[in-house]
């Protein structure tokens, strides 16, 4: 993108968290800023484009399980800027009737998705942040697009590395789950890299400290397991992305040691 023709209220000279995953995706809606934070991460963690990609993949598959369980409500928290095969694309494919609620606390993220979807009346980008999610779920346009007396899939994709405290995560996952009826469900995928040498992580903060986040955490399965408490888990549970329900014909896009893990559970 052309840093003079930033939307309003975008900064183009500041790190943004979506449009590096952007960049990792391989697309063209970020600024140098971005590629060269971005670079520096990967420098660290240089399969992470290959980590992205398995991200996206794990979402059409998430959300494809869902719709064909009768899911037709879904709330994407930290949505990201769009690219190929949205959650509404995706799940529109399968149940055009299906409504789509995508939330960013990123300008830019909502100027994109909001030319996006302008001719669709059943999915809506609203601005906020998950780290209020208990005033997230209350906002009249997100309750007034969706139906919280009927089953509603929260998505939380590659986002709660982003809470690097472990109880301000859990309360995250708590005040999304609280309103959902039984049928609803919880899809979750988290970063799981490993161990990292003091270096590396100095690294890592710095580059992040530039952005809107305060920093990443690495979680391992037990503790991704735990937002999980008192669901019924999706087989094959929390597994690495790539094993979670792959499609027959599907390849793993990811090299290396570092990865993530994701899984889905469905509320009694």
């Known amino acids: 993108m052309d840093e003079q023709r930033a939307p309003a209220g975008v900064d183009p000279f500041a790190p943004s968290v979506a449009r590096m995953y952007d960049y990792y995706l391989g697309g063209k809606d970020n600024f140098a800023v971005d590629r060269e934070a971005a670079e ?17 993949q794990f979402l ?24 190929q095969r949205n959650v509404h694309q995706v799940a529109q494919e399968l149940a055009p009737e299906s409504r789509v609620v995508y939330v960013d606390n990123d300008p830019i993220v909502l100027v994109h998705a909001r030319a996006l979807l302008a001719e669709n009346e059943r999915v809506i980008a609203v601005g906020a942040d998950m780290r209020d999610a208990e005033a997230l779920v209350t906002l009249p346009e997100v309750r007034a697009h969706l139906d919280f007396s009927q089953p509603v899939a929260v998505l939380l994709l590659g986002v709660l590395h982003f809470v690097p405290d472990d109880e301000e995560a859990l309360k995250i996952v708590t005040a999304l789950r609280g309103p959902l009826a039984p049928g609803g469900y919880l899809a979750i995928s988290h970063g799981s890299l490993g161990e990292l040498s003091e270096d590396q992580e100095e690294e890592g903060r710095k580059v992040f400290s530039r952005t809107s986040v305060p920093g990443t955490t690495s979680r391992s399965r037990e503790q991704i397991l735990a937002f999980f408490d008192g669901l019924d888990l999706v087989e094959p549970g929390v597994v690495p992305l790539q094993e979670w329900r792959p499609d027959a014909d599907y390849v793993s896009v990811r090299e290396g040691k570092a990865g993530a893990l994701g899984g889905v559970g469905r509320v009694r």
């Open 60 to 83: 059409i598959r998430t959300v494809t399980h869902l719709a064909r369980q009768g899911i037709r409500q879904f709330l994407d928290i930290g949505a990201g800027l769009p690219t």
């Open 40 to 56: 520096k991460i990967i420098g660290i963690l240089p399969n992470l484009p290959d980590i992205a990609r398995e991200n996206r």
